[in-house]
């Protein structure tokens, strides 16, 4: 399985616009092949950082996933509330657990 964590820091003010679009990108994802977990999170030390938590069946499910309609406008409407380009997130094989 494919973990990946991500961050993704908001203007100032537009943290919870962005965490909506991102909660509808995470309903989308129960269309989505392979998807195991879309978890979004505010930052309880950071006020303006939206998390996203991700486990996937492979690396190609997630990759295959940015095709699911729908993703790519929440990812347009997205952009312009963010107050840094997106980071690349920390990939992980997960190795099993509870839950998983």
Known sequence: ??????????KAGSKDHLAAILLQAAALMELAKGCKLYAVATDMNKSDAVHITEIWASREDHDASLHVAGVRELIQQAMP????????????????????
Do not use: T
């Open 1 to 10: 399985m494919y973990l990946l964590q991500g961050k993704l820091l908001a």
């Open 81 to 100: 509330l963010l107050a840094e380009p997106p980071q690349k997130g920390q990939e992980y094989e997960v190795l099993g657990g509870w839950g998983v």
